[in-house]
């Protein structure tokens, strides 16, 4: 008789326990990736206890890998209790079906994202800092939260990167305390890794969801008080794409590139002609002989054909195959649009590639 109430016993223990384990989502502890002492630790443990982050598989939260722009709406939406919608919101890029089609949708119809022009909302590009701000600061005025935290750029080295239609929300992020800078600069065109993301979403949800109003980290001037932030305007993320022509020969391919510090500062070469020399069967490269500024560099997942990124600080890269890398130090300068011919044009040698932008 004891040894059956003693099997009973055990019998209920090993259920409770696999019911506690079932209902227990991942700890930051639970990741192979995630130090106990790391800064992100807490915020990890947040968007997971409330469902709105998860891993990436493999025992891993990958918490340097930078996120889309698919991926923040799908939390927004995630947060919503993901109402279900129908369509892609009118965007060529976003396939019906997808994993993120109805939180495009659902932010695109409350004013949450307008896309980046040409009917296109690029769910696969990395989100920029400045992007995540509008985007968080719109979905707050959806939601009707604060936005009334303000503060100055001050002290920020960076402020005047920062795009005019992102100004207000970045306004906004930093005088809330939900964004702060890094070595004295706010990184407007820097991506945003999962372990920033996941801080920025605990503390919206901790201070702003929640009613809560921080105090600006960086106070404003005398003669400019803290007040309400204007509504952002329903403007695209970024800015129009700028185009440039690289020409191959007799062929002419059109590019569109990226607005952030670096592309700047490779347009102030343009129009500019190179011989571009062969690696690895899959790429060309160009050496400048100064570097150009870079803010954050990432080590994408898979390179795309018709990539165009600076590497190391100095080397340009124009990329004719598709293919997972393992590399990193690459800032995204842009892409051509139609790759067709590209790599017959190119060849398999040295080939001299001339850089031009559209007028």
């Known amino acids: 008789m004891k040894r059956k109430q003693t099997s009973h016993f055990i019998s209920l223990m090993l259920g409770i326990v696999l019911i506690f384990c079932m209902a227990t989502p991942a700890f930051a502890a639970d990741y192979n990736d995630v130090a106990d002492n790391v800064w992100y630790h807490t915020a990890i443990d947040y968007v997971n206890e409330n469902n709105l982050m998860a891993g990436t598989g493999g025992g891993n939260f990958e918490p340097e890998t930078p996120i889309t722009r698919a991926m923040l709406v799908t939390v927004l939406h995630r947060i919503e209790g993901s109402p279900i919608v129908s369509g892609n919101g009118g965007f060529s890029d976003v396939p019906v079906g997808s994993y993120y089609t109805s939180a495009v949708v659902w932010a695109k119809t409350n004013q949450i994202i307008t896309g980046i022009g040409d009917g296109k909302f690029a769910p696969y590009s990395l989100i920029t800092r400045e992007q995540f701000a509008t985007i968080l600061y719109r979905y707050a005025e959806a939601k009707s939260y604060d936005t009334s935290a303000y503060a100055t750029f001050d002290g920020y080295a960076d402020a005047s990167q920062v795009s005019p239609f992102a100004e207000t929300a970045m306004h906004w992020m930093v005088g809330s305390q939900n964004m702060q800078g890094s070595g004295g600069r706010l990184l407007p065109f820097g991506s945003t890794t999962r372990a920033q993301a996941a801080a920025m979403l605990m503390r919206f949800m901790e201070n702003i969801a929640k009613g809560e109003s921080a105090e600006p980290t960086v106070p404003p001037q005398p ?21 440039m022509n690289i020409k191959v020969g007799n062929t002419t391919f059109t590019a569109k590139l990226y607005d952030n510090e670096t592309t700047r500062a490779f347009i102030e070469q343009l129009p ?88």
């Open 223 to 243: 003669t400019e008080p803290e007040r309400p932030a204007p509504r952002v305007p329903a403007l695209p993320e970024r800015e129009e794409m700028i185009a």
């Open 272 to 359: 500019m002609t190179v011989r571009m020399s062969e690696l690895n069967g899959r790429e060309k490269y160009y050496d400048f002989p100064n570097n150009l500024p870079v803010g954050s560099t990432e080590k994408p997942a898979t390179i795309h054909a018709g990539d165009i990124m600076l590497w190391s600080s100095n080397t340009l890269v124009l990329f004719y195959t598709t293919f997972s890398n393992s590399y990193g130090g690459y800032v995204k300068l842009g892409y051509i649009e139609d790759i067709s011919g590209l790599t017959s044009a190119l060849g398999t040698g040295s080939v001299q590639v001339t850089y031009s932008i559209n007028d």
